[in-house]
């Protein structure tokens, strides 16, 4: 039997875990983060194969106030410590694993974060049957913990793969040989058109004959859909080698059959997409496996097993970063990306890292009594309009998290409180139930559908507040939701160089919105 029943138990210490971690430890919280590994960030001692992250270490920006900074440095986790920026760890703008898995230890260690080393989770039960019994965890050694709220921080650690038949027979993205060496003069067949899929690539162009790279989905590009996950130009170098006819090829449809021939090559069958669904078999020297991750869920016994959605992928959560038919079981990290799928950044660093702070600060509003953080404003047009410009032009947490976390304004009677970071769908406290303002960061309808290096798309002026609805890329959006009425938006227009201090453009059209608003919901 456990010792004792602590109040958290984090299963995983790569960022998230040890995020969470920190912010536990600064307000002297009963916690222990249970690693499976015997070092901080397991993942990246592994992850990504050919060793250059894709989150940007941008050292220089010609700022000095350190919020603004994080704007631009894609790889820190969140504390009081100037000295603990992952941009004091490297100079590379993509830098090497290495450095984020040195970075990680620094951070476990300078905070003195209460980590169990190789304690891999191979059991998560809730023996009593009501919301509030506490559970029991236990690790490969056999050891067993005893927690009233458990927050699984452990990534996706489990390959993606698809449903072919055959498959097993392909090498996987995290067990295959990296050695340009071993592939000389083959035909390679990579299965996957995201960032592994393409960093895979373009590690074996120099050695290998032709390399396809197939799937049923057409590639998406980061910089037209915003979605750092889409292919990123660092690895994108093989579409040159496609379009300019240098043997390799991008193959668009479905993998039907895998067959691992006797001499060791294989003989691949595929349904094209482009050409009404021609089927062709196509041989190969080696078949690599790159689909991604999955979260593993099997630790959970029946009595606490969590939800999954996006083809189980991923658990399913509610705005409280919390399981929605587990009470107190919690996700933090690149799990809780099923909050903004493919469209922000909750898989990344520079994104999960305020998820964790959001999800700290709901722990510490639902069991400790310490209320969401806030300052209290006169319920002023003028004063409301010079808060929001305030943080849209400053706050990192905003930027990072779009469309996901959000700044919230309750007025109540002559005064307002504003609350920072809330998660957009957060019902309840500490928002209530009587009408808010929400501010985000947002990018416009369409957006990941214009290609934004066409000059013939049309543009909407920066200096048109009143078309600014109709702007694409990244901008402040204040809404005003009341009950029993669809919410109402105002749009700031969006600005090259991201500053929204205009008298004329951007602050008095939005003190007139709140103006506007707060009449309206006094009559």
């Known amino acids: 039997m456990p010792d004792k029943t602590l109040d958290y138990l984090v299963i995983g210490a790569g960022p998230a875990g040890l995020q969470l971690g920190y912010f536990l430890h600064e307000q002297g919280r009963d916690y222990l983060i249970l690693e499976a590994g015997s ?82 989770v191979v059991r998560v039960d809730r023996p009593g049957s009501s919301a509030g019994s506490p559970f029991r965890v236990t690790d490969e050694s056999g050891r067993t913990y005893e927690a009233k709220r458990v927050v699984v921080a452990a990534g996706v650690t489990k390959p993606n793969i698809p449903p072919i038949p055959g498959i097993e027979a392909a090498e996987l993205y995290g067990t295959h040989s990296t050695d340009p060496a071993d592939y000389v003069n083959q035909r390679v067949l990579i299965i996957g058109k995201g960032n592994s899929a393409f960093e895979t690539a373009d590690n074996l162009m120099e050695s290998a004959a ?40 991008i193959l668009d449809g479905d993998v039907k059959r895998v067959e691992r021939n006797p001499d060791g090559t294989y003989l691949v069958t595929v349904s094209f997409a482009r050409v009404n669904e021609v089927t062709k078999d196509i041989p190969y020297d080696s078949v690599i496996l790159c689909t991604g991750f999955r979260f593993d869920a099997s630790i959970f016994g029946d009595s606490c097993r969590p939800e999954l959605v996006i083809n189980d992928r991923f658990p399913s959560l509610t705005p409280a970063y919390e399981s929605v038919n587990v009470p107190d079981l919690h996700f933090a990290g690149t799990i809780t990306q099923s909050r903004d799928f493919k469209h922000g950044t909750s898989g990344f660093i520079h994104g999960f890292r305020y998820g964790v702070r959001a999800l700290h600060r709901v722990l510490e509003s639902r069991h400790h009594g310490v209320p969401w953080p806030a300052r209290v404003l006169p319920a002023d047009p003028e004063a409301l309009a010079a808060a929001v ?32 970071e809330v998660p957009y769908d ?12 929400a501010i985000t960061l947002d990018y416009g309808p369409n957006h990941d559908k214009i290609d934004p290096f066409d000059i013939e ?64 919901a006094t009559l």
Not at 222 to 249: E, M
Not at 399 to 410: N, R, S
């Open 210 to 249: 032709v390399i396809h790279v197939a799937g049923p989905h057409s590639i998406r590009m980061a910089w037209r859909t915003h979605y750092v996950g889409h292919l990123r130009a660092i690895n994108n170098s093989l579409l040159d080698t496609y379009q300019l006819k240098s043997q390799n090829a």
């Open 39 to 120: 070092a901080p960030g397991r993942f990246f001692h592994t992850f990504p194969r050919h060793r250059t992250l894709i989150s940007i270490n941008k050292k220089h920006t010609g700022w000095e106030d350190p919020e603004l900074k994080l704007r631009m440095d894609w790889n820190s986790l969140l504390s009081d410590d100037p000295g603990l920026l992952f941009t004091r760890y490297s100079d590379r703008y993509f830098p090497h694993a290495d450095d984020m898995v040195r970075y990680l230890g620094d951070f476990a260690r300078q905070h003195g974060l209460r980590i169990a080393y190789d304690s891999r």
């Open 389 to 420: 410009v305030e943080r849209v032009n400053r706050a990192s947490a905003l930027w990072q998290q779009f469309g996901l976390l959000a700044d919230v304004i309750v007025p109540d009677g002559d005064t307002a409180r504003y609350l920072e």
């Open 457 to 520: 798309v049309g543009r909407i002026s920066q200096s048109d507040s009143a078309r600014a609805h109709e702007g694409h890329y990244l901008h402040p959006i204040v809404r005003h939701h009341v009950p029993g009425r669809p919410p109402v938006a105002h749009h700031i227009t969006e600005n090259l160089e991201n500053e929204w201090t205009s008298k004329e453009i951007h602050v008095e059209p939005l003190r007139a919105f709140f103006a506007e608003q707060l009449t309206s």
């Open 426 to 437: 957060l019902q309840g406290p500490p928002i209530g139930d009587r009408g808010h303002f």
